[in-house]
């Protein structure tokens, strides 16, 4: 099964960009449709972008659209999620998530593997 480790949180200001990255390993990377999760303190796991393992196909949340950027490189095994324009309500814990389909899936409870997050933090 496919194992998810996360890295290129921190802390940043109002406006300021971070590009996460999401490495897989012990899986076939390209079977897999790929999505960016995050969590905030006192709220449920909501749903930032994700990318479909057939042709490279996005959807995200209205919060990130023109902001954020999700992308994926297969021969590295490897999901990017830029963030641009970030605001402190994009505060939260991000998590990188897999699931074997070739559909854009925006529900948590869909994915079957997780990374353990990575904390983002925007100050004002």
């Known amino acids: 099964q496919v194992q998810l480790v996360e890295s290129g949180g921190g802390l940043v200001q109002a406006g300021d960009s971070l590009r996460l990255s999401c490495a897989a390993s012990?899986?076939?990377?390209?079977?897999?449709?790929m999505g960016w999760f995050r969590q905030a303190p006192g709220n449920q796991r909501e749903f930032v972008a994700a990318?479909?393992?057939?042709?490279?196909?996005?959807d995200y949340a209205d919060s990130v659209k023109g902001r954020f950027t999700i992308s994926r490189d297969n021969a590295k095994n490897t999901v990017y999620l830029q963030m641009n324009s970030l605001k402190p309500e994009d505060t939260a814990v991000y998590y990188c998530?897999?699931?074997?389909?070739?559909?854009?899936?925006?529900?948590?409870?869909?994915?079957?593997?997780w990374g353990q997050g990575t904390q983002v933090t925007v100050s004002s």
């Open positions: 998530a897999a699931e074997k389909t070739p559909l854009i899936l925006k529900m948590p409870g869909l994915y079957d593997y």
């Open positions: 012990r899986g076939t990377f390209s079977l897999y449709t």
């Open positions: 990318i479909s393992r057939s042709d490279g196909s996005t």
